[in-house]
């Protein structure tokens, strides 16, 4: 299995965070206008290597599928700095599954390898309106003690 045939098989587009998606569940239940759950795939690829840093309002459940094992930056609204390999060696502190709470801000990387394929499930289901980009202006003003850390996953 390479990085095109995931892509070209799943169906995947380009995400705006990077790496490429697709939504693959969309719950056909609702309360108050909303979806009750929605999933997607998410692939990085050594030419789209980052998940460039975003945050959502609600909780985010991510499991590893394939591929390489992928770094997770974690940035809790308190400007605690979390770090965590999504991947199947547990023995090695590998996580196959993450939920990045709502209102952290957080970045993936493919750190090695051609690709690392994750799905998430969101709880209520996913919303632009509940999703932010980090502006670098803003985490540097905020976060200047994780700037150098937090610099390379910005994507402005």
């Given amino acids: 299995m390479d990085k095109h045939t995931l892509i070209t098989g799943l169906a995947l587009s380009p995400h705006p965070e990077g790496g490429y998606f697709r939504r693959s569940y969309e719950s056909p239940l609702q309360q108050r206008g909303r979806r009750l759950m929605s999933c997607i795939y998410y692939l990085l690829t050594d030419d789209q290597?980052?998940?460039?840093?975003?945050?959502?309002?609600?909780?985010?459940?991510h499991f590893w599928q394939g591929g390489s094992p992928l770094s997770y930056t974690l940035l809790s609204p308190k400007g605690k700095l979390l770090h965590y390999i999504l991947g199947p060696d547990v023995l090695k502190g590998q996580h196959p599954q993450l939920t990045v709470p709502g209102g952290f801000w957080k970045a993936s990387q493919l750190l090695c390898g051609e690709f690392g394929l994750i799905s998430e499930a969101v709880c209520p289901g996913f919303d632009y309106d509940d999703h932010d980009m980090a502006s670098a202006a803003e985490i540097r003003a905020r976060y200047p003690e994780h700037w150098p850390q937090l610099?390379?996953?910005c994507k402005n």
Avoid at 51 to 60: A, E, P, T, V
């Fill in 49 to 61: 290597p980052t998940g460039h840093l975003h945050r959502n309002r609600s909780d985010i459940v």
């Fill in 151 to 153: 610099q390379p996953l």
